[in-house]
């Protein structure tokens, strides 16, 4: 149950989240603006949803500002990182205010530095944060679709902590305390417990 501008706030499952968004009317526009672009294994991903799920649980009545909205999709025939762009700026044109990101995940592993990815749900699991580790789409219906490959219980209990994937290597937990350290998301959301490595 959630009530948006007060009141009690409880997500306990990913159709909770799947109902919270789908009423969002901002957040509806900008997944119908990306589904227009008719993406391989497309998802909108990480702190709009993030986000958007803190706010809540937090009675937020305003939301917080994000720094981009995260449109990944995974396609091997055209991995150039100018058709990014491209897409990009097709996206701004439909909605200018948006603060638009696209990337293609066949090339990603590249700047990544790691083994290629499998899909797009591939490279979500391997995101820093379990609390970022989300994607958002539209099926063929207009219905929200959401993925969460390391689970939603996290996000939706305020807890902050590295996927798997960043906890096998020194090198990968010091980037997840980095970026802790450098979002300062206590300071956003301070009912957020952090868990440290």
Known sequence: MYVLGGGIFLLKNKEDVRKLI?????????????????????????????AKIWDTLHGFTKRTTIPDVDVIYFDIETID???????EAKLKNKMPNVPWSVKNEARMHI???????????????KFPETATALGVKLDKEGKVIVTAPCGIADVINLQLKPTPYFTETREREAIYEERIRKKKWKSTWNKLNIYHT
């Open 22 to 50: 789908q009423a969002d009317d901002e957040m509806m526009e900008i997944l119908q603006a990306a589904n227009t672009l008719n993406l391989p294994d497309w998802w909108i991903c990480a702190g709009f949803i993030r």
């Open 111 to 125: 700047v990544n530095n790691i083994p290629p990815y499998t899909s797009s749900v591939d490279a979500i699991s």
């Open 81 to 87: 990182e100018q058709e990014e762009k491209i897409l």
